[in-house]
């Protein structure tokens, strides 16, 4: 079935560092990607999405890129700031019952 | 954009009992999801509830688990039966928007002891 693999966390980054988080995928098909995002104590919002390849999503800063070729959607800003510590989620849209399937997760922390 | 809102926050619970979760939406939805996120780990569906017919489960949840109401178009409730701590977990709701957007309500923090 369809999937998503996130890089491993924790990331920890001091303020004003380059961010990546990588995301792969495996689906049937062509889906829409998604980032996703949870600050502490909070639901989850979207953080940016692209619906196909090429498409690049962006949003607060951040950026991903639909990589049909490499199945990739990694997540980047090009300086993080304190309020961007949070756990994100990377997402495809390729569920049996429409829902959307997510990767583990990954815990962001960044340091003044 | 929808705006769902959960109840209750969050709760803590005594093993064998059950709660139940209330999920409104400010607009009329064919469909809404509930999820399941257990501490550290990703969100996994439990089920899908459209109104007017049974909920559809995932793989590994049960109805006599999570029985899901879905009474009319802007609420549902799921309800977490003879709990156990291993359902610590937090519960959400979600609805789709189009072209695969999901957008979630703040979840229900659920300990239990």
């Known amino acids: 079935g369809d999937s998503v693999t996130q890089m491993e966390g924790p990331v920890t980054l001091s303020e004003e560092a380059f961010l990546t988080i990588n995301c792969t995928y495996t689906?049937?098909?062509?889906?829409?990607l998604f980032w996703y995002v949870q600050y502490p104590g909070e639901g989850l919002q979207l953080l940016l999405k692209a619906t196909k390849a090429d498409d690049k999503g962006s949003n607060k800063g951040f950026e991903a890129t639909y990589r049909k070729e490499t199945t990739s959607f990694h997540l980047e800003k090009g300086s993080v700031q304190v309020s961007d510590s949070a756990v994100y989620f990377c997402?495809?849209?390729?569920?049996?019952?429409?829902?959307?399937?997510f990767g583990k997760g990954t815990k962001l922390s960044v340091k003044p | 954009s929808a705006v769902i809102s959960q109840k209750p926050s969050r709760d803590i619970c005594q093993r064998g009992t059950s709660l139940t979760i209330q999920c409104q939406v400010d607009s009329q939805v064919t469909m809404m999801f509930w999820y399941r996120q257990q501490p550290g780990q990703s969100l996994t569906l439990i089920a899908t509830a459209n109104q007017g017919s049974e909920a559809t489960y995932e793989s590994g949840f049960v109805i006599d688990k999570f029985p899901i109401s879905r009474p009319n178009l802007t609420f549902s409730t799921l309800t977490v039966s003879n709990m156990s701590p291993e359902d610590s977990s937090i519960y959400l709701c979600s609805v789709p928007t189009g072209l695969g957007t999901q957008y979630f309500g703040p979840g229900t923090r659920l300990l239990v002891l």
């Open positions: 689906a049937t098909g062509y889906p829409s």
């Open positions: 997402a495809l849209s390729g569920g049996s019952q429409g829902n959307l399937i």
